[in-house]
């Protein structure tokens, strides 16, 4: 079974409630893309920063507890030479993009913990978002993993999944409202799974872009544990 079939029957299931998933307040129209630049969705057409409160849910058992967490998390967008952006992570370089006639391309991680600073680059370079946003397309994302002082890791980062084999739909229009405003969003569904020839999903994750601000809204979840990244100011 590919693992664009297997999506589409997580989506299926999402859609009829046998698997749970929040939309929260957003009003969801069934909408095509119709030529949106995926560049623009991802808030990489100017200079910006932008701030997001995150809420993390993890369940441990005997007995079962869910513990809640709350944290910030602040993203710079810094446009470059040659169509390159430069993403940091609450003030900390942390990953370089290419804007491509392709798509959006993780060029490569920004080594920040050495020094002096160094770029893992990416080969093959993954499309993390075509450049026109397919009406009900489905794209895949094989990226590397996370390096870090203490080896390779699996990590997931708003939009960027280090490690993981993504397989990611677009699903429609989205009306998002938040503390921040309202947004006029389109609405993602990304499902993780380790590698192309993994069978079990790892995490599916809702994804709401809106066109110059870039990602305002993303809940995912997984076995044990579930987040909610919110968008609170875009300065």
């Not at 030529?35 to 200079?47: E, I, P, Q, Y």
């Not at 499309?127 to 390779?152: A, H, K």
């Not at 699903?171 to 993780?192: I, Q, T, W």
Request: charged share 20%; with cysteine.
């Amino acid at each position: 079974m590919s693992h664009i079939f297997r999506f589409l029957l997580v989506v299926t299931a999402l859609a009829l409630g046998l698997l749970p998933a929040g939309c929260g307040d957003s009003g969801e129209e069934p909408t095509p893309a119709a030529g949106v630049d995926g560049a623009a969705l991802l808030g990489l057409t100017r200079d910006h920063d932008l701030q997001y409160q995150v809420y993390d849910s993890t369940v441990t058992y005997d007995p079962q507890v869910i513990h809640y967490d709350t944290s910030d998390l602040r993203l710079a967008v810094l446009r470059g030479q040659n169509d390159q952006v430069r993403l940091s992570l609450d003030g900390i370089p942390h990953d370089l993009l290419t804007i491509d006639p392709l798509g959006v391309l993780h060029s490569g991680q920004i080594r920040a913990d050495v020094n002096p600073n160094d770029t893992v680059f990416f080969y093959p370079t993954p499309v993390i978002m075509p450049r026109t946003l397919p009406g009900g397309g489905t794209w895949t994302i094989l990226s590397p993993p996370y390096t870090g002082l203490s080896g390779e890791e699996r990590r997931t980062l708003l939009f960027l999944n280090y490690g993981y084999y993504t397989v990611r739909k677009y699903l429609g229009r989205a009306d998002v409202v938040l503390p921040s405003g309202s947004y006029e969003a389109y609405h993602c569904r990304s499902a993780l799974f380790l590698d192309a020839a993994a069978v079990d999903t790892q995490m599916v994750v809702d994804e709401y872009y809106s066109p110059s601000v870039g990602l305002v809204k993303l809940e995912s979840l997984a076995p044990g544990r579930g987040r909610r990244v919110i968008l609170i100011a875009d300065d």
